[in-house]
């Protein structure tokens, strides 16, 4: 149980190109999820909440026009990375938390698998 | 704001041994506390966390957690360790007023055969 999906896992464009990354609650819903960038042994940098219906919040310093985040429903989450240059190749990890307000998953984050984003 | 710090960036030791991977916490109020485990080129794993109750928590893989309020710490635990530990392991405080996860800087294990 509690398992979040990303698609892609790997991908490569050319500079200039969009890239859209989707992440998935596979077993529970979410009204909250997360994006993070992970650089070489580095720790996870919040770029942005995205909740359910709603605009999703960035974090100082994130381009909202750059990275747009789309929450469109309980179980996915869409990370388009617009106009991508070499600087944005990173490490992207989703993450969802668990809506239920009580039992073992509440109140948890579940991570995805991560998309490896190189631009070339 | 809350926060954690992390204050090794690795820790070693032998196949069969105790481990423990350090973690104090900085809060205003109760504190939720997380750890999760990364392997390489991959996402977070959830290993265990503290809202409330007991101050040991049980985890995945064997993994135990102490909640020490005293000290402000939630040390990470395992009586045994694995090759197959080897990894880096997070430890996290949910942020109460914007709900999001404080990381700390991630502790490397390496588990020697």
């Known amino acids: 149980g509690a398992v979040v999906s990303q698609h892609p896992s790997r991908v490569i464009c050319k500079s200039g190109t969009s890239v859209k990354i989707e992440c998935r609650s596979l077993d529970f819903q979410a009204t909250t999820m997360f994006w993070y960038r992970q650089f070489p042994k580095q720790s996870l940098m919040l770029m942005a909440t995205s909740n359910e219906g709603s605009k999703a919040t960035y974090e100082q310093g994130v381009e909202k026009d750059k990275f747009l985040i789309n929450h469109a429903s309980l179980t996915l989450s869409t990370l388009t990375v617009t106009s991508a240059h070499p600087e944005d190749s990173s490490f992207y990890i989703c993450s969802a938390r668990d809506s239920r307000t009580s039992g073992a998953r509440s109140d948890t984050q579940y991570f995805g698998p991560g998309t490896r984003l190189t631009v070339l | 704001a809350q926060s954690v710090a992390q204050p090794e960036d690795q820790v070693n030791v032998a196949e069969g041994n105790p481990l423990t991977v350090k973690c104090t916490y900085s809060v205003s109020g109760n504190p939720y506390l997380f750890w999760y485990v990364q392997y390489p080129n991959r996402g977070l794993q959830f290993l265990l966390k503290?809202?409330?109750?007991?101050?040991l928590v049980k985890g995945s893989y064997g993994f135990e957690a102490e909640f020490n309020k005293s000290q402000t710490s939630f040390h990470l635990k395992k009586p045994s360790a694995l090759v197959s530990d080897s990894a880096l392991y997070f430890c996290?405080?949910?942020?109460?007023?914007?709900?999001?996860?404080?990381f700390g800087t991630g502790t490397r294990l390496l588990v020697s055969p």
């Open positions: 996290a405080v949910r942020d109460l007023t914007f709900q999001k996860l404080v």
């Open positions: 503290y809202i409330t109750g007991d101050n």
